[in-house]
């Protein structure tokens, strides 16, 4: 008999304590110099302030698109959260009634805090020792979002996710100030875009597509109220599981609230539950290995464009916050890729052995005036299964590591960190380049023996392929038949670093050890073998220094893209150094060596074309003569092998388009194609030009002026 009311007082005494603590918190979050009265209240204010103010401009991040050069067929995403921001008024009327069915059904009574409901949690959770039930309002739930996604270290993405009374408290004052600040339909629509419903859909536009394949605009009762029953737990009332017991049961929960607020008819709910979940999943592609099976070989210029975003500082300070930026910035961004071009590249390159060999075929065609990249190529499949490969071909790489084909990511043409290929002869473009932006005509004449005994660099002895080279040879023969002794002595009269300069301003890059060591200003004078492509290029790299040739001597750096545009549809821009704004697909070019000098080069490069000079003789043959006759119009270009053929080169241009192809081993340097080989990139390069420019205007070269013919 005594322990009755000793029980029924100690029950009463805390839910006495209960009441307290809701008042005062109620009372804090209304008046917050209370709440932080000894904890600095000025400050805490002024953080307050300062955040409602981020809030307010936040939005979520969003999904980037990548599109094809048409600016409407997508190609591919790249996000960590799948999303896209909609509209209130793209969202049907259901999806916005079953939101705040499910989460806030006095949304539009309360400002941003309901005390009722902050009694009533308190209550059921002191009951229950534990937290059985929220009191998180709409805005409060924003709030606590936008924080967590506008983070920026993973100290703010703690503090903003914590289950903790203090932030709890700052939630509460942030939503009360947010509520002055936007409407209940502005928190509403970044509620709706920021809310997670699992299946890595963020916002309701993901949610709609991943879950019932359509748009927000067009949910219907049951699948808005499936949807929005989601929000309070993704995985446990997931519809796409096995079981759709707790997800029925969740929408069912969701659409007797929508008629208890007066948002359905009892008969329209007893239909609607009547109803089965009735998905129609879908899996938004993802990265450049999602890309369509048709437009597989597009995924090289996919792959090429993350590397080259990863290195504009206009998308941040370091590669990580421009990759960040690239998955949540809600960028459109347009590839350059000429669909005609990308498709003749794609026709030429590997056309005889398709994917089965371990001999790399590729090619990349470059804009000059622009450097945008208009085709890249390569006879491999794009793809990270690599399970069917054969075994790596170099036998230094171990037992069980995969050869680069049919399959492969790996940037075999250029724009990431592969070295690249030896690229042969085709680097004699760069010390006749250098020699004649110097002032030395094309007539520049040297009498080439087949050995040349350098009185420079150190004796070096070097020979030439065969005996019929050895002669008088000009600029526009010692380039037709490439010559090695004539640019050896070339490079003695300018000073081997001229050469290695200039390439280095065209847009090359040493990527090896020996490379940058021969290219640092200690070595480059003594480096006599540049001229005969001992380093490592990537066709990139060589279509588009060529393509500055073609362009009267102005270089401009390889891009992309057309077009890349902010989430508002503005074009991405950013600040020069001298506080210039610039659109980041536009072209950047300089001009690097004079229109003259670029002009003469080219028309020393006909010779090798089998193409005839304006203002010399190319002196009875060449190395790639069958060029002309295939592209059928002004054609200049370099053939490029290494010592026992391990890669040969072709890089040929016209004043359109310059293209540069190499077939080697990407795996095994040491592992030669052979002689026989060396004609594929001459036959690459040629076909490409052809089909490319099937139908278009012959252009003709700009000869050199008469002081550069000397």
């Known amino acids: 008999m005594s322990n009755r009311p000793l029980a029924a007082a100690g029950r009463a005494i805390p839910l006495l304590r209960i009441g307290l603590i809701a008042g005062i918190v109620i009372a804090a979050v209304a008046y917050p110099v209370v709440a932080f009265t000894g904890l600095g209240a000025k400050a805490t204010a002024h953080a307050t302030e300062h955040k409602t103010k981020l809030l307010t401009k936040a939005l979520p991040a969003e999904t980037s698109y990548l599109y094809a050069p048409d600016g409407r067929t997508v190609l591919t995403m790249f996000y960590e959260e799948y999303r896209q921001y909609t509209k209130l008024e793209d969202m049907s009327p259901n999806i916005q009634q079953a939101i705040v069915a499910a989460e806030d059904s006095r ?8 005390p009722k409901g902050v009694a009533r949690a308190f209550v059921a959770n002191a009951r229950s020792s534990g937290v059985s039930q929220g009191a998180s309002t709409l805005t409060m739930q924003y709030v606590r979002m936008a924080l967590r996604d506008s983070a920026t270290t993973p100290k703010e993405v703690q503090e903003a996710t914590q289950q903790t009374s203090l932030r709890k408290i700052k939630e509460m004052r942030l939503a009360l100030d947010l509520e002055k600040e936007l409407s209940k339909e502005d928190i509403l629509e970044r509620y709706l875009n920021s809310a997670y419903f699992g299946h890595r859909a963020y ?9 019932f394949s359509k748009t927000p605009k067009d949910l219907s009762p049951v699948e808005a109220a499936t949807l929005a029953g989601l929000v309070k737990s993704p995985s446990e009332y997931d519809p796409a599981s096995s079981d759709q017991k707790d997800a029925t049961g969740r929408r069912n929960y969701v659409l007797d609230r929508m008629a208890q607020l007066g948002y359905l008819s009892p008969d329209a709910v007893a239909a609607a ?18 890309i369509p099976e048709k437009f597989n070989s597009w995924g090289f210029a996919c792959d090429y464009l993350k590397n080259w975003w990863s290195s504009q500082p206009a998308f941040g300070e370091n590669r990580l916050e421009r990759m960040d930026k690239l998955r949540r910035g809600g960028y459109r961004i347009v590839l350059s890729l000429d669909p005609k071009i990308q498709e003749a590249a794609e026709k030429n390159v590997g056309a005889k052995d398709a994917t089965g060999s371990p001999f790399a075929n590729g090619i990349v065609v470059s804009e000059p005036g622009t450097g945008r990249v208009k085709a890249m190529a390569v006879n491999r499949t794009y ?8 075994l790596s071909s170099n036998p230094e790489a171990g037992p069980k590591v995969k050869a680069s084909y049919p399959n492969t990511v790996a940037p075999l043409l250029g724009g990431g960190d592969l070295p690249g290929y030896q690229a042969g002869s085709t680097f004699k473009m760069f010390p006749m380049l250098a020699a004649l932006n110097a002032g030395m005509p094309l007539s520049t004449s040297f009498n080439a023996p087949y050995r040349y005994q350098s009185k420079v660099f150190d004796g070096w002895a070097p020979t030439n392929a065969s005996g019929a080279m050895t002669g008088q040879q000009t600029m526009w023969s010692g380039f037709g038949k490439s010559v090695n002794t004539y640019f050896v002595w070339l490079e003695e009269q300018i000073g081997s670093e001229a050469g290695v300069r200039l390439a280095e301003q065209l847009g090359l890059r040493w990527r090896t050890d020996v490379d940058r060591d021969q290219a640092s200003p200690a070595k480059a004078k003594k480096w006599g073998a540049f001229t005969l492509g001992v380093s490592d290029a990537t066709p990139l790299e060589m279509a588009n220094a060529y393509a500055a040739v073609a362009a009267d001597g102005r270089y401009c750096e390889a891009i992309p893209v057309q077009a890349i545009y902010n989430r508002d549809g503005t074009p991405a821009t950013y600040a020069t150094a001298g506080g210039i704004t610039r659109e980041v697909a536009k072209p950047r070019c300089r001009q690097v060596v004079s229109a003259d000098a670029a002009r003469a080069a080219t028309d020393a490069a006909r010779c090798p074309t089998g193409d005839t000079p304006a203002k010399g003789g190319c002196g009875g043959w060449s190395t790639a003569d069958s060029v002309r006759g295939t592209v059928g119009r002004p054609v200049a270009g370099k053939t490029g092998t290494t010592d026992s053929t391990r890669s040969a080169w072709f890089v040929g241009y016209t004043p359109e388009l310059a293209a540069a192809s190499f077939i080697s081993d990407p795996d095994n340097p040491f592992n030669a194609v052979g002689d026989g ?3 594929v990139p001459i036959a690459a390069v040629a076909e490409t030009l052809r089909d490319a420019l099937k139908g278009k205007p012959t252009r003709q070269f700009t000869p050199p002026s008469d002081a550069m013919v000397g």
């Open 383 to 390: 793809s990270l299964d690599l399970s069917d490969n054969p």
């Open 107 to 114: 949304f539009y009574q309360h400002k941003g805090v309901d």
């Open 677 to 679: 080989q060396s004609q």
């Open 273 to 290: 539950k009547a109803e089965p979940i009735r998905l129609k999943l879908t899996n938004p592609p993802n990265d450049c290995a999602a």
């Open 203 to 211: 916002g309701i536009y993901a949610a709609s597509e991943i879950f």
